[in-house]
């Protein structure tokens, strides 16, 4: 087996945390600050452009949660880095989209929207043969729900055209907008491009993140979501294994953390007060709350 390395942080070290433990200082502030915002923001409409990112922002905590029962409870490394990989394409997506100026920001959320929900409809079946293995009842609820589940792409799909149709910005650029329609490209590069190459690959939006670690290391983490070869190698397991995923995620949730404090910062104000329930949660390591605690007490002395 390989030596591992413990890598040393400063942050950590001046804290006395561990990775896992400052994983979880970040995933619970940031867990109870989306919470809050979502009181502010409850919609679930894809209309809703300031409601709808705190969808993504909410998987990408969910998703932590995630790795975090995987890394502890399982002791699973290579799932941990195919969830890792889950992470930056879903944080990555979040940057392209809602880091964009005035109306190109709506655009890219409908061609967003509309690829995903087009790439269901690809996958749903346009008719199914019944061959006696379930009974005919369910065989009709089956067919029934698909075609309800298809007329919903088709409405979804028809509904963000509209919406991009409406833009001021549409009725100059008729031509490149309707072909990126046609091709539900939200990863466009270049607005006045109608080029089908005109598109960020995934490597150019994790660099858009600007994280100190290699951008190509995320590229790398397909080999553990696709099933390749290195995903079948043999893992030692001990107190460094799974120090390298934590610091990753921790880097993730400060540009996670980083996008909330610049998208939201107009409700800032109005959920500080709350964000203590951070620290109330239960699994909030409670050195780290001592000393914070302690902190305070010296700057009030001061």
């Not at 896992?20 to 919609?43: G, N, Q, T």
């Not at 932590?64 to 879903?90: G, P, Q, W, Y």
């Amino acid at each position: 087996m390989e030596e591992k390395v413990h890598i040393s942080i400063p942050e950590l070290d001046s804290e006395g945390l561990t990775y896992k433990e400052f994983f979880m200082v970040l995933f619970l502030l940031v867990k109870h600050e989306v919470a809050h915002l979502k009181d502010i923001y409850p919609s679930c409409s894809i209309n809703d452009i300031k409601a709808y990112p705190l969808q993504i922002a909410q998987r990408i905590v969910n998703t932590s949660c995630t790795l975090h029962n995987i890394i502890e409870c399982e002791k699973d490394f290579c799932t941990a880095m195919a969830i890792l990989r889950v992470m930056a394409d879903t944080l990555s997506s979040l940057y392209l989209i809602y880091k964009e100026e005035g109306e190109k920001q709506y655009l890219r959320h409908y061609l967003y929207v509309m690829d995903g929900v087009n790439n269901r409809l690809k996958y749903l079946p346009n008719s199914v043969d019944y061959d006696n293995k379930i009974s005919k009842s369910e065989y009709d609820a089956l067919c029934k729900q698909i075609e309800s589940s298809k007329n919903n792409c088709y409405v979804t799909i028809n509904h963000c055209v509209s919406e991009i149709h409406s833009l001021s910005l549409y009725h100059g650029q008729m031509y490149v907008i309707d072909k990126l329609i046609k091709s539900q490209n939200w990863k466009f590069k270049t607005f006045g491009s109608a080029n089908k190459n005109n598109s960020y690959s995934w490597l150019d939006m994790y660099k858009k993140l600007k994280l100190q670690c290699d951008p190509t290391f995320f590229s790398y983490l397909s080999e553990f979501v696709h099933g390749l070869s290195i995903s079948n190698i043999a893992v030692d397991i001990d107190n460094t294994t799974f120090e390298p995923i934590y610091g990753t995620t921790l880097a993730l949730l400060g540009r996670l953390h980083d996008f909330i404090e610049d998208y939201y910062r107009d409700k800032l104000p109005l959920i500080k007060p709350k964000l203590i329930s951070g620290l109330l949660d239960n699994d909030m390591p409670q050195k780290y709350v001592e000393k914070l605690i302690k902190k305070v007490s010296v700057n009030e002395k001061i």
